[in-house]
């Protein structure tokens, strides 16, 4: 383990490794017509499945490793769609006229976050982020402006790769109804008077109420690594 690095980090360090060595293995397999290539990708997919089951083992996670390459082998595509992107999800920070923000409560966790979900095909990601809004919450929205395009492998709640769209959005009808199957709860909430557990408030929490407050930011994004990879000099 290098020096200065913590169990933690080596351990998300492992996940990182494993999913990057997976997905090159998965877009060559997409690409190659050879033999001996697919032979050689899908034994790199055995070997990232073994350090994902290192890092599974460390996280006291169950998971056979078969069951990684499995899962990696069903959704090699062919040519372009078999080019392995991490996935791209949206959220939405969402204010009333009083400054609250709106969130909701996970059914399965029971944690409480701003509203997100998977983007679809046939939507902008603005478009993504309203229709989640309404669809979990029964509030309708507009856009004011992004505030965030962060890596959620890289911000730790992720064990894929996940980048997040984070828009800020304005209140502008319906009414408090939450998704019965996708929402435990909703409400408006103060930034003193947060619901617990509120997942990751600490990191979008001052952006978001910034926000809320008729600040314009920049977009947040992590700063590249120096070296991105460890191998590579600085």
């Given at each position: 383990?290098?020096?200065?690095?913590?169990?933690?980090?080596?351990?998300?360090?492992l996940v990182r490794w494993s999913e990057t060595l997976a997905a090159i293995a998965r877009t060559g397999l997409g690409f190659t017509q050879s033999l001996y290539e697919r032979e050689?990708?899908?034994?790199?997919?055995?070997?990232?499945?073994?350090?994902?089951?290192?890092?599974?083992?460390?996280?006291?996670?169950?998971?056979?490793?078969?069951?990684?390459?499995?899962?990696?082998?069903?959704?090699?595509?062919?040519?372009?769609?078999?080019?392995?992107?991490?996935?791209?999800?949206?959220?939405?920070?969402?204010?009333?006229?009083?400054?609250?923000?709106?969130?909701?409560?996970?059914?399965?966790?029971?944690?409480?976050?701003?509203?997100?979900?998977?983007?679809?095909?046939?939507?902008?990601?603005?478009?993504?982020?309203?229709?989640?809004?309404?669809?979990?919450?029964?509030?309708?929205?507009?856009?004011?402006?992004?505030?965030?395009?962060?890596?959620?492998?890289?911000?730790?709640?992720?064990?894929?790769?996940?980048?997040?769209i984070l828009f800020h959005c304005r209140a502008v009808g319906g009414s408090l109804q939450g998704h019965p199957l996708e929402t435990a709860g909703v409400g408006f909430f103060h930034?003193?008077?947060?619901?617990?557990?509120?997942?990751?408030?600490?990191?979008?929490?001052?952006?978001?109420?910034?926000?809320?407050?008729?600040?314009?930011?920049?977009?947040?994004?992590?700063?590249?690594?120096?070296?991105?990879?460890?191998?590579?000099?600085?």
């Open positions: 383990m290098s020096e200065g690095v913590g169990p933690e980090q080596f351990t998300r360090d050689r990708y899908e034994e790199v997919l055995h070997v990232a499945a073994d350090i994902k089951a290192a890092a599974d083992e460390v996280l006291e996670v169950e998971r056979e490793k078969d069951h990684f390459v499995q899962e990696w082998m069903e959704s090699v595509g062919e040519g372009v769609p078999g080019y392995v992107t991490p996935k791209v999800a949206v959220g939405a920070i969402v204010g009333d006229d009083e400054g609250r923000i709106l969130l909701v409560k996970r059914p399965d966790s029971g944690i409480w976050l701003y509203p997100t979900g998977w983007a679809d095909v046939g939507y902008s990601p603005a478009e993504v982020a309203l229709k989640e809004v309404l669809e979990e919450t029964g509030i309708e929205c507009v856009p004011e402006q992004v505030i965030a395009v962060i890596d959620g492998q890289r911000m730790g709640f992720t064990r894929f790769g996940m980048y997040m930034e003193v008077d947060l619901p617990w557990p509120t997942a990751g408030a600490s990191w979008w929490g001052p952006m978001a109420f910034a926000a809320l407050r008729g600040e314009r930011l920049a977009a947040a994004f992590e700063p590249p690594r120096a070296p991105i990879w460890r191998g590579n000099p600085e």
